[in-house]
């Protein structure tokens, strides 16, 4: 049934592509997608998916998810050569969880699994953690950005007037911020560039600015093993952690909660996760990836940012859905709260506390490798 | 950096683009866009070792640098994404401004040099085959075998050179596919898309029907689509600017490719049907069982243009 559907909404959608208002097939085509179409939410989704149906078509991202990577209206400034459209929140009224970085986070123009290449960043997966009745995901990372670039070029210019106030943002740069000036503080160099630190903590400001709340996560690793054990140093990490304490926003070490995981995991699964595997870069006359994620990677990525999420004080944790209460709650000493989202979020939905208690009742994993949680 | 690069070249354009260092045919980067890898400049298959669907035609498959500097945009652009590239190679060799003559006197050979046995060859020309083969680099209108010297040069007829694509294309061992050629996009006030039934797009048929050939009839089926979708959503998917009427964006490039692959899949014996990706597999066969496009009299026609020049 959803084979069909899914079909019959690939064939339709070319008919809804660039049309604005979503008319009436459209709603029926989403509203006989997945359960995660809500009263309140079939509406906006349907419309986008149609289009996005279109655009990505993707295997892994449900009809109701496709729209939070691409949305429907070119926007002038944006990159992609008129094949990318910025994704805006669904429902409007909903809070909106904006998730920034670069290629690890969404991947490729399309940010769709680009074809066969199948990578994807855990931006895209990790909306089957939160529940969209509740909350707008919007994926707004693009590949090849540095923190300086999406800082000054067309992303975050577009993107920071659109927060509102009760809106979450969550940040990753790093992985091509090599030439970025390294260190938190204010100076500038030559080229007048800021320091990488100083980028995170004018994402955290002019966040605030809107009345949303920040958070920064560590960058993903590359694939580098020691021993047995992942060994991946990058000293965007500590940079990143200490622009959050410095800007009192909430941080997640998602670089040392990933490496943990794959510890458990093993080389051989962690193979499994970039893409192309060992065994596909054979087929393909390729090199084996350590940096981008395919689909499974991703979600295991988009776990490790879950588990983050509900260790934080934040009062994002409240939006996460069933599905995430399958995964535990990230160490301490993985993030570290700042004491400032407290100050910052009072927005916070009455939710709040039930939600962290019962997601935390349920922290027993019921399936070992979904958790993040080790040692 | 390699990153950065890459999105300095979507920025700034293809001028930029070329500039970043091109990957090792043994070991292409796959960070780089695959659609801009197959669309380059002489592009070649990205491993050898499988088969490869070559593209040629015209801007309508591949606009400008392919790499859509302009926003426009050719179905071979998209048209690999519906394909597994563990299992096939898809190479955009078309060029804009093309005729079947032009592109047969001058990029044909290039192409040919590496089609080998097990390849595909989907052509698609006829968009700037109008005008005079004197004055211009169009064909003779037309399939006969009549022939016009033209500063030394023997040109002959739509038909002719399609059929040497075909010919040749079957000496290698490979597969030809004969493409009729995208539609402009032309409402009629009462809502029909308007035809034209009498030139290239049914000398594209009968020379199909003639050299016993895998046909798809792209011009009626962008013209059916066309006329379910309708006038406005359209519209959407021609230009910028939006006088523009015959190149594609990203959407018109993607809704054309998309034709292509539900017409290859309501083929009977459809030789591509084991090289879809997922997504080529979501796609539906069209419905090519209304009857084809009529060809009214291409002989005549062909007579006819031959009178003319």
């Known amino acids: ?375 | 950096m390699k990153k950065l690069l890459l999105l300095l070249a979507c920025l700034f354009g293809p001028a930029l683009f070329a500039q970043t260092p091109t990957p090792a045919p043994a070991a292409p980067d796959l960070h780089e866009d695959p659609v801009l890898h197959s669309q380059a400049f002489n592009a070649m298959p990205m491993n050898p070792a499988l088969p490869t669907i070559w593209l040629i035609g015209d801007s309508t498959v591949h606009n400008g640098t392919g790499t859509g500097s302009d926003l426009l945009w050719g179905w071979g652009a998209p048209f690999e994404y519906y394909f597994d590239r563990t299992r096939i190679n898809v190479v955009n060799r078309a060029m804009g401004g093309t005729s079947s003559r032009s592109f047969y006197t001058s990029l044909w050979s290039k192409v040919l040099d590496n089609v080998k046995k097990g390849d595909f060859v989907i052509m698609q020309f006829g968009a700037n085959d109008n005008g005079s083969p004197v004055t211009g680099k169009t064909s003779i209108k037309g399939i006969g075998d009549e022939t016009q010297d033209v500063n030394g040069e023997t040109v002959h007829t739509f038909g002719w050179y399609m059929t040497q694509y075909i010919k040749e294309t079957r000496d290698k061992g490979a597969t030809p596919i004969i493409c009729s050629l995208t539609p402009r996009n032309r409402f009629q006030p009462d809502g029909h898309f308007l035809r034209d039934n009498t030139t290239h797009a049914a000398w594209a048929a009968q020379t199909a029907k003639d050299t016993n050939t895998l046909y798809i009839d792209l011009y009626e089926l962008i013209a059916r689509k066309s006329e379910q979708l309708g006038k406005d959503a359209v519209a959407a998917y021609y230009g910028p600017p939006a006088t523009e009427y015959l190149h594609t964006n990203w959407l018109g490039a993607v809704s054309n490719a998309e034709c292509v692959v539900g017409a290859l899949k309501a083929m009977k014996d459809d030789p591509l049907a084991n090289y879809f990706s997922e997504r080529g597999k979501r796609i539906p066969a069209m419905d090519v069982s209304q009857p084809p496009l009529p060809v009214k009299a291409p002989a005549a026609a062909a007579a006819a243009s031959t009178s003319t020049k």
């Open chain 1, 1 to 375: 049934m959803k084979n069909i559907l899914l079909t019959f909404s690939c064939f339709i959608s070319t008919a809804l592509l660039a049309q604005t208002p979503a008319p009436a097939a459209a709603s029926a085509s989403a509203s006989a997608a997945p359960a995660a179409a809500s009263a309140s939410a079939s509406a906006a989704p349907a419309k986008s998916a149609a289009t996005s149906t279109q655009i990505l078509g993707d295997k892994h991202l449900n009809d109701v998810a496709r729209y939070t990577q691409m949305g429907t209206v070119a926007v002038t400034g944006a990159p992609g050569n008129g094949r990318y459209f910025p994704p805006v929140p669904a429902d409007p009224t909903l809070p909106t969880l904006w998730v920034i970085g670069d290629s690890t986070v969404r991947n490729g123009t399309l940010g769709d699994g680009v074809g066969n290449h199948d990578q994807w960043g855990w931006g895209a997966p990790i909306v089957n953690y939160f529940d969209m009745k509740k909350i707008n995901i919007v994926n707004r990372a693009f590949g090849g950005t540095t923190s300086h670039s999406f800082y000054d070029g067309f992303f975050w210019k577009n993107m920071q007037p659109q927060i509102k106030k009760g809106d979450f943002v969550i940040l990753q740069f790093g992985a091509n911020d090599g030439s970025t000036p390294v260190g938190t503080g204010d100076q500038v160099n030559a080229q007048g560039m800021h320091t990488f630190g100083w980028y995170l903590k004018q994402f955290v400001k002019e966040t605030r600015d809107q009345g949303g709340t920040c958070i920064i996560c560590s960058l993903t690793p590359r694939k580098n093993w020691a021993n047995g054990k992942m060994n991946d140093v990058n000293n965007h990490v500590d940079q990143a952690a200490q622009a959050a304490k410095e800007a009192n926003a909430p941080y997640i070490d998602l670089h040392e909660l990933i490496q943990r995981r794959y510890d458990i995991d093993g080389k051989d699964q962690v193979d499994l996760y970039y893409m192309p595997t060992p065994e596909v870069a054979a087929a393909t006359n390729q090199k084996a990836e350590s940096l981008h994620t395919g689909w499974d990677g991703s979600i295991v990525n988009a776990e490790c940012v879950i588990s983050g999420i509900k260790s934080l004080k934040t009062p994002l944790a409240a939006f996460l859905s069933d599905k995430a209460k399958s995964v535990a709650p990230a160490p301490a000493d993985c993030v570290a709260d700042n004491s400032a989202s407290a100050t910052t979020t009072e927005s916070g939905t009455p939710a709040k506390m039930d939600a962290k208690s019962s997601s935390s009742a349920s922290t027993v994993p019921a399936q070992p490798a979904a958790s993040a949680k080790t040692n």
